[in-house]
């Protein structure tokens, strides 16, 4: 589920506490956590409604200036069902403060097994995807999976999982290396790998 940044901003000031979707099959789930700029926005309830039923109420909760404005941005589909979804605050997520996390010795060791095994069936695969980012930052990720020699999906895929390590930062276009992840990167010209 996507969020523009303007309703990021209010889910954060606290003024938006509700979104409404139309979909075949909801992309959410209650209880889950989607992963955004401000942190970890958490899914309360995730219900099936009657766009006949939606308030003034709704649509302010929702970020709308009215009921008029609500209804006309939503997507259009007779196949579709309305899901009114309810968020339950925000959380840090937990990536941003380890970007910014020592790298110890212990946890050096656990990336290196880590690499290890991701990069079973092609050596030295991750390594070079941090390289690629540590010199390329801000290029868009099409450029650099080519770079590579990948499919663009693969890489991203791949990429998120750094992203996972605290090791690379998502910027508008393309990727940086985080604090941890430049750490990371001389860690891995010192051993060669």
Known sequence: ????????????RGDITLAFRRWQRPTVKAGTGLRTAI??????????????KLSEIDAHAAGYADHAALVADLRAGADRTLYRISFGGVEIDARLTLREAELSDADWHALAARFAKWDSTSPGYFPSILRLIGQNPEVAATTLAERLGVEKLKFKQDVRKLKELGLTESLDIGYRLSPRGAVALEKLREHRL
């Not at 589920?1 to 954060?12: E, H, S, V, Y």
């Not at 942190?39 to 006949?52: K, P, Q, Y």
């Open 39 to 52: 942190g970890v926005v958490r899914v309360g309830a995730v219900e099936v409604v009657d766009e006949a």
């Open 1 to 12: 589920m996507l969020l523009k940044q303007a309703t990021l901003d209010g889910i954060k």
